[in-house]
């Protein structure tokens, strides 16, 4: 299988989509996809259905990540939001991602609680203090093979040139790769795929009702992208069928007339490897 750097080196785009467990981890996977991307604001969502506003802790985050990694065999690229903290908490969060089975982190210049890209209202750290952040998680990698994606959300703070200028300290403090979030036209996402593409991949990020226009993969390809993430769109589909099946359930009291929108057991049991694992168990049944 090849390496995350060098899927994100081929002239194809790698499209990931947002995961938040095991489970749509492995559906992915399944579904084809060559990298899958940990949501932080997915798991918010999830976890504690609560806004992604800051409120996932480290450890909450590697714990999920720990359960993923276990479960499938593509590269997991994780939202590490701030690093947790300053550069020191930013090397321990990258130790332990790494130790856990992640394949990237991206860390973003937001000050601490950050909030989701596509808010209002964010707050930035210096530039020092956030190319301070990427030499120390490059530090602390233990494989130059775990990547480090420094993402900037300066356009909402500070405009879009002033963007530019922070991306450009970021590449020059050695990222592997460039996030800068919520460009809100395609001019935008044009002028800053003219400034880097060539000298490292750039990363998009596609928000159902976002603030950055909904592309195709291959226009972004076209663009200058090199990797698209859809991240919280699993969640929301997610949503929006469960809206749907409760709302069944409560009119009829039953699941029958939504029987052909889910899973029966078997579907289910089938999907997780159930028949599998309980095969591999019988050859261990007399030592």
């Known amino acids: 299988m090849a390496t995350l750097k060098e899927m994100l080196n081929a002239p194809e785009i790698l499209v990931a989509p947002g995961i938040y467990d095991a489970l749509t981890g492995l559906m992915a996977e399944q579904a084809g996809f060559k990298a899958v991307y940990l949501s932080g604001a997915s798991i918010a969502y999830t976890r504690f259905g ?30 590490g939001d701030t690093g947790f903290g300053n550069a020191l908490n930013v090397q ?18 937001q000050t601490m609680p950050k909030r989701c890209g596509h808010l209002k209202d964010k707050t930035l750290v210096g530039t020092s203090e956030m190319t301070g952040k990427i030499k120390a998680a490059l530090d602390a990698r233990g494989s130059d093979n775990f990547l480090v994606i420094a993402r900037t959300d300066a356009i909402a703070v500070e405009g879009f040139d002033a963007a530019l200028d922070r991306a450009e300290h970021y590449v020059e403090a050695g990222a592997d790769m460039l996030f800068i979030e919520a460009p809100q036209d395609d001019a935008q996402m044009r002028a800053l ?19 950055t226009p909904i592309l195709p993969a291959a226009e972004l390809q076209a663009l200058g992208y090199g990797f698209v993430i ?29 029987m052909d929108n889910m899973f029966d057991f078997k579907g289910l049991t089938d999907l997780v490897g159930t028949p599998e694992m309980l095969e591999l168990g019988k050859k261990y049944e007399n030592g």
């Not at 609560?50 to 939202?79: C, H, K, Q, Y």
């Not at 795929?193 to 603030?211: Q, S």
């Not at 969640?235 to 099946?245: G, I, Q, S």
Request: glycine share 10%; net charge negative; aromatic share 6%.
């Open 50 to 79: 609560r806004p992604d506003i800051g409120l996932v802790a480290m450890d909450e985050v590697t714990s999920t990540l720990g359960a993923i990694a276990e479960r499938v065999n593509v590269p997991i690229i994780i939202d």
């Open 92 to 109: 321990r969060t990258v130790r332990l991602f790494e130790r856990n089975g992640a394949g990237a982190i991206q860390l973003e210049d």
């Open 193 to 211: 795929c003219d400034r880097f593409k060539g000298r490292v991949p750039l990363m998009a990020n596609m928000v159902e009702g976002g603030k």
């Open 230 to 258: 859809f991240p919280g769109g699993t969640v929301r589909a997610l949503a929006h069928h469960l809206t749907n099946y409760f709302a069944s359930l409560a009119e009829h009291g039953t699941t029958a007339p939504f």
